[in-house]
């Protein structure tokens, strides 16, 4: 050979990029390791039980110490000037008042006099008023199409007997969502000024976004007593985080020159932010507004079991007592509504972008047609309203109930299929679930620690190592291990299928436009339904235990492994597919040796939000009978014992947040591996 | 003859990026390129000194990295300097408030941008008036003001037009009418015509010779095009890595380039169509007579005048008065070397 050397180094840079030589000492490192796990595993069980199962006398009373501290924050904690009390009293009042405004305005009328001794003073809108102005709305919006879209989502709501409870819900979104809006750009904006108040927060919002909803519905309820108020409340807790974060990247995106040309104009603070930011950045705040849309609508079933009401209660009783038909109606009815303001507010978004030349003076009916148009709506049908009931409510006797239709058809899918069914469930439960469950449980803690720690160490340095460490020990330290084993298998094995399933799914979508429109319009559906929809089907089919949870949990989770997968894919530059093209490779080669090996840190990423989705869904699969944290909150949501639900849903945080980071460095090191960053 | 005074005055101005550069600047008052670099630093600009005179286009031109961008936005302070002084109107820039320099850019400084800068919500009359708006000027008086700027830069109908209706040049008409509402004593344009393709950028240089002539502001153009620096500019300062290698008029930057860089940027340049006739004249002898040259006409537009068999001309200035003598040989060498 001519010129041995160069070859060698290619080969072995590329070995390396394929991460096969990973060097000896990595290889050492891994076999150390490996081995001092087997050696604990092995000998824990005879010689150092402690080191198996985490000794009862050293665990931290962590529950007892956060409902000790949750009773003083009740009964003490003062800021000088108020009290706690009076702070979250002050809070509550501030959702109070709008919230009731929407509900007398959408459902209840308004009343005088409290509680059931209260008359109606003035009657709600009528149905038909209301249909009318969403119509109005989607016309204003996007035309025939989305009027006729969002008209006839809400007819569907009064057709199918949903409208009471749909305009309960309807009333508390309406409220959430401008308050999580404001809320959401205030803080963003408070972020992206001060750089130091951006360091605190984010971390709140890393937790946030990451701890199950349950862990907080307990201290709501025992801060905000049971009902709607506290159910909104809930709710901007669930829903505010994304819009502050897409707040600060949004304004981060502002292109230099923009700000530039403020300052250069001599724009004051104020009118920067308000004049030049906002208004440059509101295309991408307007994803921000859907999100919060979206995520408060998922928060609906949720919220509900601290007393929302309205669709969600119908839905949640429905379930507790498996009356499929009931349950899957209102289910639909949220479908609904979550299809109407989605569509409804990217309508608005894209309004806002596309603008043609303004309307100059004119005169007043012809500026604001549809202002008057829905006033003029709203007074005439109140009015006749008055005479004829049924312009007022929607006639029961026109209802049409699917429930029984769901119920026979479920009823005959049982009788036909029973077996069949059964048989795939358990065969799937025998063969993967429970033997993965069982090794899992026996795994030794202290080896599981040290496992994660040292791959923490070999992924992103010792602090990585660190967080993976205590973190992980703190789930057993505080009693939690056991459960949170259960929850890694059942999260690690829907993951898994997820991955299997959606990651081809993503591979033969990216290269072909057709499909990948066709996944894009499926995904873009899946993602604005509700989660617990995907529960209803499942406990249909297989009633309940692990494998309907994680039927459920995979069907949730796929969207994000197909999507990140297809994006990475269509990412990797086409120069460099070219280049293969050129050098002869096959189709085959092509996908195995350039695309996904450059798409990986894309593909890792779909895996980790995968995971993410899985864990926050989770909790409503506790609904059916899992015994993991899920249901320990879920427990300790029905006792009102705080200590409880929040330790519980920390450890469910911490799961996810040692997911998340391992995840991301191996994502990071894949990269810079590649030479990408 | 006095020149005008000096507008805008930069003096040892330096700006370094990277962390720690106040340190740095303060430890090594004037570093080379390799400590710099040995830092950790980037010297976008160093040690630059600039006058900017009152009614006259001061081009600053270099190729892309070579500071133009920082440089400018020092001059307005949109970028703090790591040192150096910056006079305008005599008065320390650096020294300013936040109040006072709100106030100066406000009222004296105008700025049009690479990308346009245009705000997208807003229509092409409500973009103009905008800075107009920030001072809190009522919305009739404004947009007057608003509309006669559309007007002086050829935009009348587009009024209510937005901003992505209208193609790159228009947009740019609309960018520098905003930088104009003002009536700022200070223009700075930094690239103004690069994203434009070439023939709307003919078109608008074209268009901003015009404009200049009727206004008659202090102009601080930034480009990296040398075409466009000989034919804009009255006199251009050339940035390399961030320091200013040579400032001069077009005449003396292609006569006489003071490095290899700057002759590389002259080589394809036609002298003949740059250089003036006062550049190349001798002084002239008593009782010389025959045709007369305006000493303000460029080399190629005497040429002709040789064809019917002078030798020399003589060059008057703008009054009439003898300056000098413009002789054949001179002009043919000069035309020889390209
Ligand atoms: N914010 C910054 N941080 C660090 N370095 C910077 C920053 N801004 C500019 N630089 C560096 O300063 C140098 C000069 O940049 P500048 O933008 O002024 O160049 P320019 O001459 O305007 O180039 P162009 O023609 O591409 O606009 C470059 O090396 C650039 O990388
Ligand atoms: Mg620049």
Known sequence: MASPAPTIGAGSSRLRRMGLATGTGTLVAWVVALLAFGIVWQTAELYASWAQEYPKTWMVPAARWVSAFMKWLVNEASFGLFTFTDLTRFLAALVDTPYTAARSLLSSGLLSGRGSSATQVLPPLSWIAVVGVVSLLGLYAGGVKLALLAGGCFLLLAVFGQWDSAMVTLASILVAVP???????????????????????????????TIPVFAYLVPILVLFGFGPTAAVIATLIYAMPPMVRIT?????????????????????????????????????????????????????????????????????????????????EAGLAIVALAVALDRLSQGFARKLSQRSPASEQRGLVARHPFTLAALV????????????????????????????????????????????????????????????????????????????????????????????GVLSALIAATGQWEKAMITVYLCGVSAVAAALIGIPIGIAAAERDRLWRWVQVVSDTLQTLPSFVYLMPAVML??????????????????????????????????????????????????????LKLALPEILLGINQTIMFALSMLVITALVGTRD?????????????????????????????????????????AKRRMGLV | MSLPQPKLICRNVWKLFGSGAQEFMASHPAPTLEELSAAGLVGAVRDVNLDVRAGEIFVIMGLSGSGKSTLVRCLSRLIEPTSGEILFNGE??????????????????????????????????????????????????????????????????????????????????????????????????????????????????DEF????????????????????????????????????VQSGTPDELVLSPATDYVAEFTRNVSKAKVVKVASL???????????????????????????????????????GKTAGALYRSDVVDMMMRG
């Not at chain 1, 309940?544 to 990797?572: E, N």
């Not at chain 1, 530059?573 to 195995?592: F, N, P, S, V, Y």
């Not at chain 2, 520098?176 to 930094?190: G, N, Q, T, Y």
């Not at chain 2, 005497?302 to 064809?307: E, G, S, Y």
């Open chain 1, 542 to 595: 297989f009633r309940v235990g692990d494998f309907t949870a994680m039927i459920a949990v995979v069907a949730y989770s796929l969207v994000p492994a197909v999507r990140y997968t297809a994006l990475g894919l269509q990412k990797v530059d086409a120069g460099l597919i070219e280049a293969g093209r050129a050098m002869g490779c096959t189709r085959w080669q092509l996908l195995t040796k350039i695309k």
């Open chain 2, 281 to 319: 004249m001798k002084p002239a002898g008593a009782g010389l007579n025959g045709i007369a040259i305006n000493a303000k006409a460029t080399v190629a537009e005497a040429a002709p005048l040789f064809a019917e068999g002078n030798d020399v001309l003589r060059v008057q200035d703008d009054a």
């Open chain 1, 377 to 468: 709506l709203i007074l005439a049908t109140g009015l006749v309203g008055l005479a004829v009931p049924a312009v007022q409510a929607y006639p029961p006797a026109l209802e049409i109930s699917t429930g029984t239709f769901w119920e026979e058809g479920v009823k005959w899918i049982n009788i036909n299929f029973f077996d069949t069914l059964e048989a795939l469930k358990n065969a799937v439960l025998l063969n993967m679930l429970v033997p993965f469950k069982r090794f899992l449980g026996e795994l030794p803690w202290l080896g599981v620690v040290g496992l994660l720690a040292f791959l923490g160490w070999r992924l992103g340095g010792w602090r990585l190592a660190m967080l993976a």
């Open chain 1, 629 to 669: 944290l899920g249901q320990e909150v879920y427990i300790a949501l029905t006792k009102a014992d705080t200590g409880r639900g929040i330790v519980a849903g920390l450890a469910v945080a911490f799961i996810a947040i040692i997911a998340d980071r391992l995840i991301s460095a191996g994502a990071m090191r």
């Open chain 1, 179 to 209: 308050i999580g809006v404001m809320g959401g750009l205030l803080i963003g904006i408070a972020a992206y000024r001060w750089p130091r108040f951006e360091e605190a927060i984010t971390p709140l919002l890393d937790l946030m976004q």
């Open chain 2, 92 to 205: 320390n820039l650096l020294a300013a408030s936040e109040a006072r320099m709100i106030e100066i850019r406000r009222h004296q400084m105008g700025m049009v941008f690479q990308n346009f800068a245009l705000l997208p919500h807003m229509t092409v009359v409500a973009n103009v008036a905008f800075p107009l708006e920030v001072q809190g000027i009522d919305r009739t008086s404004r947009e007057a003001r608003a509309r006669q700027m559309i007007e002086l830069v050829g935009l009348s109908g587009k009024e209510d037009f937005f901003p992505r209706q209208l193609s790159g040049g228009q947009q740019q008409r609309v960018g520098i009418a905003r930088s104009l509402a003002v009536e700022p004593e200070l223009w700075f344009l930094d690239e103004p015509f690069s994203a434009l393709d070439p023939l709307i950028r003919r078109e608008m240089q």
């Open chain 1, 248 to 328: 600060t990247l949004s304004l981060r995106g502002v292109a230099q020159e923009i700000i530039d040309l403020g300052r250069m104009i001599g724009c004051t603070r104020r009118q920067m932010t308000w004049r030049v930011l906002v208004p440059s950045a509101r295309e991408s705040l307007m994803v921000g507004v859907n999100q919060v849309i979206m995520l408060s609508l998922n928060m609906v079933i949720i919220a509900s079991m601290i007393g929302a009401g309205g669709l969600g209660f119908d839905v949640l009783a429905a379930l507790r007592r498996l009356q499929i038909g009931a349950g899957l």
């Open chain 2, 209 to 244: 010779i015009r404009l200049q002539s009727v206004l008659k502001k202090t102009i601080v153009f930034i480009t990296h095009d040398f075409d466009e620096a000989i034919r804009l500019a009255d006199r251009i300062a050339i940035m390399k890595d961030g320091a200013v």
